[in-house]
T-cell receptor, first 114, second 112 residues
Framework: DAGITQSPRHKVTETGTPVTLRCHQT?????MYWYRQDPGHGLRLIHY???????DKGEVSDGYSVSRSKTEDFLLTLESATSSQTSVYFC?????????????FGPGTRLTVT | GESVGLHLPTLSVQEGDNSIINCAYS??????FIWYKQESGKGPQFIID?????DKRQGQRVTVLLNKTVKHLSLQIAATQPGDSAVYFC???????????FGAGTILRVKS
């Protein structure tokens, strides 16, 4: 998976609790992305980062926040998890802009909110 | 990474046959296109990409065709193998764009 790890790989949590997912890369790529994948919706962009401390919203950012304090780590936080956030979350990295180079994906985190 | 949805189109092919997976893209300004393969329980895997200044690009056993006139992309897989069974996604972006927009995916099933 192109030097990308995600943790945890599986998590079950209760509604209203905070959850943080971690993405770690060893490729030193500038760009990092968080997607969610749901049946019938494909992959949808939540947030992305174009450098340390530089982030921007994607298509489905409500209820999520991100942080990037180091090149290699990109954190996704659900401040107060809801059942609608049950999904599979993928991190991706790329050396250039989305319109310039391919993105490489991690193995995913399956999150269940009960 | 379960990605199978209730309404994903499915293509069933016999092992050894060629497969053609189609994708209609939405933005006429898009000039960069990618195909990904996703196996059950895994993240999407890059297959091949193409820019709009080309209408065809070949990789190992795969060919991508781009028809900008009708905003259509296709992925051809030669001599399809059981290991090709997966969900295939097309994605689009444009030069300078920060975001990839993904299609819903197509399930490819290879019969032995």
């Amino acid at each position: 998976d192109a030097g990308i790890t995600q943790s945890p790989r599986h998590k079950v949590t209760e509604t209203g609790t905070p959850v943080t997912l971690r993405c770690h890369q060893t490729e030193n790529h500038r760009y990092m992305y968080w997607y969610r994948q749901d049946p019938g919706h494909g992959l949808r962009l939540i947030h992305y980062s174009y450098g340390v401390k530089d982030t921007d919203k994607g298509e489905v950012s409500d209820g999520y926040s991100v942080s990037r304090s180091k090149t290699e780590d990109f954190l996704l936080t659900l401040e107060s998890a809801t059942s609608s956030q049950t999904s599979v979350y993928f991190c991706a990295i790329s050396p250039g802009l989305a319109g310039e180079s391919e993105q490489y994906f991690g193995p995913g985190t399956r999150l269940t909110v009960t | 990474g379960e990605s199978v949805g209730l309404h994903l189109p499915t293509l069933s092919v016999q092992e050894g046959d060629n497969s053609i997976i189609n994708c209609a893209y939405s933005n006429s300004a898009s000039d960069y296109f990618i195909w990904y393969k996703q196996e059950s329980g895994k993240g999407p895997q890059f297959i091949i990409d193409i820019r709009s200044n080309m209408d065809k690009r070949q990789g190992q056993r795969v060919t991508v065709l781009l028809n900008k006139t009708v905003k259509h992309l296709s992925l051809q897989i030669a001599a399809t193998q059981p290991g090709d069974s997966a969900v295939y996604f097309c994605a689009e972006s444009y030069r300078g764009g920060n975001k990839l927009v993904f299609g819903a995916g197509t399930i490819l099933r290879v019969k032995s």
